[in-house]
């Protein structure tokens, strides 16, 4: 196998693409030929030694990916060989052959092309667990998707209109809140430019949003939360300006509001049955085009360098997809 090596986490250009042994699965996992695998802000933290996982050294990175079951290991009988899979994990995508546990393993429907696969579940499932699950989002409700033209951020604005949800986009630039617009948004604003607050209340007719989906963290998460209706629900996703925002917590006091964490990760972990649900509910929407994967652009896997750098422009509309060709 063929693999980009992380040897020491001090930032993209320490990988190296190396030829490896092909592993076994043990206990309990599946070996897959990977397809395609998609890059998430997470897979750049890791190698950066910034993410709250830190996997023992050497690792490959590379969370989320899509391929055909070769063998499987000792105690696994919903998996067999051939089989189409998407597989969500911490590491080890970001290669041509890699092991997973198998009850982290997604069979897929023969409709759904390893790319589209591989930009699923990730995105999806977060932004899914986060309004549906955490955010009990309800018919007819204003949602404000902050950083809404990135990865989890489109699957939230698609996931919210599908949910029969108003969407107020919010983007840094004019051609992302276009494209915001395109993929269902009913309004956008431009944070680069306009004052959140203002926008909000023009919006809202002063009222605010019912819940805040905020990917983004840093000097908008203050300003979002004055922002919010009474009884407002704010999920904190992600920290993707970099810095992590302090609330005064007199805030939530007279809004009512409560501040929701969302960490998909343990959740997939923690509550597997509620996950299944989720995934089986994205899937039946996919099926019926109330949500696609959006793929900014195809890289061979070999360019992961480039892919990583593409990611830190923050022009990304939807998710880059490595693929072995």
């Keep these: 196998m063929q693999a980009w090596l992380c040897e020491d986490p001090t930032g993209v ?8 042994p092909d592993p076994e699965p043990g ?12 890059l998430n802000f997470p897979d750049l933290l890791i190698v950066q030694n910034k993410y709250q996982v830190k996997p023992p ?17 000792a105690e696994v009988h919903h998996l067999k060989p051939g089989d189409r899979v998407a597989a969500l994990g911490s590491t080890g995508g970001f290669a041509t052959v890699a092991c997973a546990d198998a009850r982290r393993v997604l069979a897929l429907p023969d409709h759904l092309p390893f790319d589209q696969a591989a930009a699923f579940a990730f995105t999806y499932g977060t932004s899914h667990h986060a309004l549906m699950d955490r955010g009990a989002l309800q018919p007819g409700e204003t949602v404000l998707v902050l950083g809404a033209a990135g990865g989890v951020g489109s699957a939230a604005v698609q996931i919210a209109k599908a949910a029969g949800a ?14 915001c617009r395109e993929i269902g948004a009913d309004a956008t604003i431009n ?30 998460a203050e300003p979002a939360f004055r922002s919010i209706a009474w009884r407002g629900r704010y999920l904190m996703v992600g920290f993707a300006a970099g810095g ?3 609330l005064p917590l007199n805030l939530p006091l007279l809004k009512g509001a409560a501040i929701l964490g969302v960490f998909w990760g343990s959740f997939t972990q923690r509550e597997p049955k509620a996950f299944a649900r989720s995934i089986a509910d994205l899937l039946r929407w996919q099926a019926e085009g109330k949500v696609q994967p959006l793929i ?30």
């Design 27 to 38: 206990p309990g996992e599946v070996r897959i030929r990977v397809q395609a695998a998609s």
């Design 57 to 73: 050294l050497p690792f490959v990175p590379g969370a989320e990916y899509s391929g055909i079951v070769d063998h499987v290991g």
């Design 296 to 325: 900014d652009r195809r890289l061979p896997m070999r360019e992961l360098p480039a892919a990583y750098a593409h990611m830190g422009s923050r022009q990304v509309r939807g998710k880059v997809v490595l693929v072995n060709e």
């Design 166 to 179: 108003r969407v107020i986009a919010g983007a840094s630039t004019d051609e992302k809140c276009a494209f």
């Design 191 to 220: 944070y680069g430019r306009e004052d959140l607050r203002e926008a909000l209340k023009a919006l809202t007719d002063g009222r605010g949003p019912d819940v805040v989906y905020d990917a983004v963290g840093g000097d908008l």
């Design 13 to 20: 250009e320490s990988l190296r693409w190396t030829d490896l």
């Design 244 to 246: 992590i925002p302090s």
